[in-house]
């Protein structure tokens, strides 16, 4: 009996032009929400099938209208039309087949389900009459003199943020804060708002309907949302990249007057504020709306330029053909590849897209799990395991096991599968040697703090702070008057007790007290000497125990002042040997290791590159970092936040002081002076990193 198919009355069609002119047709599948490009030929052979004609009735039928297919043509193409899913009463609608399908459905249905918790969408309003009244007064944000503005800010934005890329690649610590989550939520609703109206306003500039707008949650922060689905309905190709671009260009012209208002602005709300959406529109446009990986904007600019609608379900169809009919040599999996030119493109992206997803959900996960909230990284990380692990693989075991009978392994096929998954597994188990780069400065081996070593005011000041000292050279004079005075009374006072021994001695009566005269004599004669020394030592003054550099000096020490006996009033350090500290956050403090060497590198001509070894690493974490060149209270490379009733300058990730001797090979470098500090690891492969990381967070975990 031979077959009449039926071509689906439901798909909703759309006259287009291709690149070169050619009318074509596109088709809306409403249950599968794929696109399929038929031409205007080929679209009308395929309506003369209405259940009441076999293929050669078709081509009869199709001759009497003026036009030919070969039956073997024609036969093609009806088969191609049934892989699709776009013909009824055919081979590839059978009860399996659609059964097959059904489970498909559902498993998609199930991850979509799943995905929700990484992009839920809400519709709340209609906004298409709102949209229509007001098209007219946003026009002037579409002109040609608007745009060349813009082009003109470019290189200036470019500049300030390349001139402060240290300080930018700090500040994005912040984004991983609760105390920051208000920012964040204000800057990602402004970012989305102004990208969401300008896909509507573009869509409604081009005559269409703008039926649904509503709130989005991506990773959990809220922004809007509108629907122009119906764009694939335009027959012109610049018209439907032009809505696509034009939320990606809205995000742009944000990004590039917030780089100036940052980059002007002192540290406070606005500041912020202009770093969040900075940073937000950037990452989104790159991440997420301008990439054609993922399914936002880029992906159907990318799809119209080329002309495939779905490239994405495709591409993930021609990989699942070439494993399921090239590989195990079974015939369901329909090759939605017609040509070589779709072949390589499929399985390039395909690829790609598969590589991509993985990296930007395990970069969520990880970035989630370690800078923002443990719970949600972990609930994250199930349901990512869920979408791309465990149910495509029970899925794909299931319809394996079903069709068990028809498998017919393709060797060579099968071998070449191998090789490739062996060459990839083998790339995560290659050593590969690393290096790490941490902001340093450079400070002396030799310091001494400068110390008051008596209760006295200070007499005059010789020095001050930044200034060059030789050893031996007179920095403090301190007033010696009161020491006069206390070694007069000290006097006056052993005078008196050596009186009273003697005349105790000369009265029997009185010898019982001589044992404690005796000793109050000798304490008195021991605080003589002290007061003696002390004495010489104001009269001497205060000088330097080497020579070096006065670093730090208290502002207080002036003509008078009485810092006390022991006060530490600056720090002074030797120009003969140099040492680099370094602050290495925790996650990276089990690769230093003392003995191991160094790289230390200042910004000063050329470059200047040192050698050196590593002396140290504190065992406890810096908590306060006040005066501290690495500050960003200071224009440092930490980002540091006030904390703790002492106000400590604390830094936002856990850091460790790393020292490296430079020996005498630093000399030449100016204490204080700002450089970066590189450690190269020894050769580890990407799943040892993965295995250790794992085995340490579950480590401490299960601490806790």
């Not at 470019?158 to 939520?185: C, G, H, M, T």
């Amino acid at each position: 009996m031979q077959l009449k198919p039926k071509f689906r009355p439901e798909l909703i069609t759309s006259e287009q032009v291709d690149k070169d002119g050619t009318p074509l047709i596109v088709l809306n599948d409403p249950f599968s929400e794929k696109y399929f490009r038929l031409s205007l030929r080929e679209y009308k052979f395929l309506r003369l099938f209405d259940g009441t004609r076999t293929l050669e009735e078709a081509v009869e039928a199709f001759r009497g209208m003026g036009r030919h297919y070969a039956v073997d043509d024609a036969k093609l193409i009806l088969e191609r039309a049934a892989q699709l899913g776009l013909m009824l009463g055919t081979n590839f609608s059978t009860a399996r087949y659609l059964s097959q399908l059904r489970d498909t459905a559902a498993s998609k249905e199930t991850r979509r389900q799943l995905s929700r918790i990484y992009f839920l969408y809400i519709p709340l309003i209609n906004p298409d009459a709102f949209l229509e009244r007001t098209l007219r007064f946003v026009a002037f944000f579409a002109s040609k003199w608007l745009a060349a503005v813009v082009l003109l800010l470019i290189p200036g934005a470019v500049y300030f943020v390349l001139a402060d890329l240290p300080r930018l690649e700090n500040e994005q610590l912040l984004f991983f804060n609760w105390k920051s989550l208000i920012y964040l939520w204000i800057t990602i609703g402004i970012t989305k708002l102004v990208h969401e109206f300008a896909h509507a306003y573009t869509a409604k500039h081009f005559g269409l309907r703008v039926p649904r707008m509503g709130v989005a949650f991506l990773i959990f922060f809220p922004c809007l949302y509108c629907d122009t689905t119906d764009a694939w309905q335009l027959a012109s190709r610049k018209q439907r990249i032009a809505i696509s671009a034009a939320g990606i260009i809205s995000e742009a012209v944000l990004a590039l007057l917030a780089a100036y208002v940052w980059h002007m602005s002192k540290p406070g709300v606005v500041h912020s504020l202009a770093f969040y959406l900075m940073a937000v529109s950037f990452v989104s446009t790159v991440l997420f709306n301008g990439n054609p990986l993922m399914k936002f904007d880029g992906y159907f600019m990318l799809t119209d330029y080329l002309g495939v609608p779905n490239l994405q379900g495709k591409s993930f169809a021609y990989l699942k053909y070439l494993f399921m009919n090239r590989t195990l040599g079974m015939s369901l999996a329909p090759n939605p590849a017609g040509n070589l030119k779709e072949l390589l493109l499929f399985a390039v992206y395909g690829i790609s897209a598969f590589m991509y997803r993985v990296v930007l959900y395990t970069g969520i996960v990880v970035a989630v799990y370690y800078r923002f909230d443990k719970t949600v990284g972990a609930l994250l990380a199930v349901v990512a395991f869920a979408m791309f692990v465990a149910l495509p693989v029970v899925g794909g075991a299931r319809s394996l096991h079903q069709e068990r009978s028809k498998i017919r392994v393709q060797l060579r096929a099968l071998a070449l599968c191998v090789g490739i998954l062996f060459v990839i597994g083998l790339l995560f188990f290659v050593p590969v040697a690393s290096k790490s780069v941490y902001p340093c400065y450079v400070a002396s081996a030799q310091v001494r703090k400068i110390t008051v070593p008596l209760k006295t005011s200070v007499a005059k000041v010789m020095v001050r702070q930044w200034q060059n000292v030789t050893e031996g050279q007179l920095m403090f004079e301190l007033d010696a008057s009161e020491l006069h005075l206390a070694l007069i009374k000290k006097e006056v006072e052993q005078e008196a007790l050596g009186l009273q021994l003697e005349m105790i001695r000369l009265d029997p009566k009185e010898m019982g007290r001589a044992e404690s005269k005796l000793t109050e004599l000798y304490h008195c004669r021991r605080e003589l000497m002290r007061i003696r020394d002390d004495l010489k030592v104001a009269q001497g003054g205060i000088t330097a125990p080497f020579s070096g550099l006065i670093t730090s000096l208290d502002e207080k020490m002036l003509p008078g002042y009485r810092p006390g006996a022991g006060a530490v009033v600056g720090e002074l350090q030797s120009h003969q040997e140099r040492v680099a500290h370094a602050l290495v956050p925790e996650q990276d403090r089990n690769k230093m290791r003392a003995g191991h060497s160094a790289t230390v590198w200042m910004p000063s001509g050329s470059g200047w590159s040192f050698k050196g070894t590593i002396e140290s690493v504190k065992p406890y974490q810096e908590r306060d970092l006040k005066g501290s060149p690495f500050s960003s209270r200071l224009g440092g490379e930490l980002v540091t936040e006030v904390k703790g009733e002492r106000v400590l300058d604390a830094p936002l990730v856990a850091q460790y002081k790393c020292s490296v001797s430079l020996k005498n090979e630093g000399t030449a470098i100016p204490l204080g002076m700002v450089g970066l500090l590189t450690i190269e690891s020894p050769p580890t492969s990407l799943f040892s990193r993965f295995s250790s990381r794992l085995l340490k967070t579950t480590r401490v975990e299960s601490l806790m």
